[in-house]
């Protein structure tokens, strides 16, 4: 009988990291989803990364395509920790049109198809196919344990999803037994399940094969001229229909909060309002993901930096933090913050009120600002006395708003809106010019 630790050496994971993630708006322009900062300190890569690390999963290849440089810095700075002398390793699978000289990577199963090279000389049993745009924590090995026991040659992570969410996911009905027996790529109008028609079972696009019957089935698709090379669009449905399809139920490996043993988290941030959401939780007093367990760590590359400090401004008067994350090497002067993420090298000048905002690595928020409900990307400079989320009019016309009425800023839209109402940024030069360094990415 195969134990965890056994399955876990047999098997190897492959990352899918190679999306844009285009509803994600300004914040993919130059950088892949996978790499957007998340939670203060982490990438979104890094909860994929380290699940299969605590899962025993220490044989890792990352799929990389659209604007992947941010992303491959990030993980040969961070993720290098793995021991080759032990066959531990985080291979980068970067598009380079390994098949042919036509095409690069054209879909999900593709990436995969594209690299089985690579793949077959690890000699893996198993193969853990997933996203590496998700937020969540997971036993890996657990689903390959429950893949074991079904005997079938796949098996595809699944949680139950409201109804009105589950149109971007693939969408399933299971028998008794856990066969799948339908399956609808993002379907307009979702099956629901027995009982509940407010509720879809929606897969997690996470997805465990026996690795020969994987090589296996990506050839024949390679060679259907009518495949759209993906798996939910055209692998999964042709399981399913011959009856190999098992679902895995998350609530078996997902790895809980304490004292919070009836909720299961996984987030798909892939739109601003539900990346804003999952921070702000991160925020809250209670989090639905605990990101201080040390059981089940979220690993990822951290700069060298001075702690955070909190300093009275010229007046004397103090810094107010209530319900917030604050990252290493920030300075706060006499401002308050309330239920907000700042990341790394965040400066907040005196006279400052940030609300329900996401503040990443390296900006600025010059004195006498008030942002509410608010996404800084990285390394905005933002100048005196700009007052965001409060008049949904102007910010719509000056930058991104989304349909739940959380503002996106980028330095682009800084820049022109620079253009546009010069006067907001009398003496900008003379005291934005002392900006430390960007971070990359």
Wanted: glycine share 8%; hydrophobic share 40%; proline share 5%.
């Amino acid at each position: 009988m195969n134990n965890a630790r056994e399955v876990a050496r047999q098997t190897m994971a492959l990352v899918l990291a190679g999306g844009r993630g285009s509803r994600l708006h300004m914040l993919t322009d130059s950088r892949a989803k996978p790499a957007v900062y998340f939670g203060g300190k982490f990438r979104i890569i890094d909860f994929a990364l380290s699940n299969c690390v605590n899962s025993g999963i220490t044989r890792i290849g990352v799929v990389t395509q659209y604007k992947s440089h941010s992303l491959l810095r990030h993980l040969q700075a961070g993720w290098s920790f793995l021991r080759g002398q032990l066959n531990e390793f985080i291979d980068l699978l970067p598009a380079q049109q390994r098949v042919d000289e036509e095409h690069w990577y054209q879909g999900t199963a593709d990436a995969v198809y594209q690299n089985l090279d690579i793949i077959r000389n690890h000699a893996p049993k198993y193969i853990v196919v997933l996203a590496g745009d998700h937020i969540y924590k997971m036993d890996y090995t657990a689903m390959v344990m429950d893949h074991i026991k079904h005997g079938a040659p796949i098996t595809i992570a699944c949680i139950p999803t409201p109804k009105e969410e589950a149109t971007g996911y693939g969408v399933m009905k299971v028998d008794g037994s856990g066969l799948i027996t339908e399956f609808v790529e993002k379907p307009k109008d979702p099956p629901t399940m027995p009982g509940n028609p407010n509720m879809s079972l929606a897969s997690m696009g996470i997805y465990v094969f026996d690795a020969e019957f994987l090589y296996k089935i990506l050839e024949e698709d390679a060679h259907k001229p009518d495949s759209r090379r993906d798996f939910g669009m055209d692998i999964i449905p042709t399981l399913v229909a011959n009856k190999q399809a098992y679902a895995h139920d998350f609530s078996i490996s997902c790895i809980r909060n304490k004292g919070k043993p009836d909720i299961c988290y996984w987030r798909d941030v892939g739109t601003i309002d539900a990346y804003w959401e999952a921070n702000m939780d991160i925020a809250s007093v209670e989090p639905q993901l605990d990101v201080y367990d040390t059981v089940w760590p979220i690993w990822t590359h951290q700069a060298q930096l001075p702690p955070a400090k909190y300093v009275q401004d010229i007046n004397g008067t103090s810094s107010i933090l209530r319900n917030s994350v604050c990252s290493a090497g920030c300075i706060i002067s006499g401002s308050s913050v309330c239920h907000s993420i700042l990341f790394s090298g965040v400066r907040v000048h005196s006279n400052c009120f940030l609300m329900d905002s996401v503040v990443m690595p390296t900006c600025v928020v010059h004195r006498g600002c008030r942002l509410t409900k608010v996404v800084l990307d990285r390394g905005c400079i933002i100048p005196r006395n700009l007052i965001v989320g409060e008049n949904a009019e102007l910010d719509a016309k000056r930058f991104f708003r989304s349909p739940k009425g959380i503002t996106l800023i980028t330095q682009s839209m800084l820049n022109k809106l620079r253009q546009d109402e010069p006067e907001l940024f009398e003496g900008y030069d003379d005291y934005a010019s002392n900006v430390s360094p960007l971070y990359y990415g």
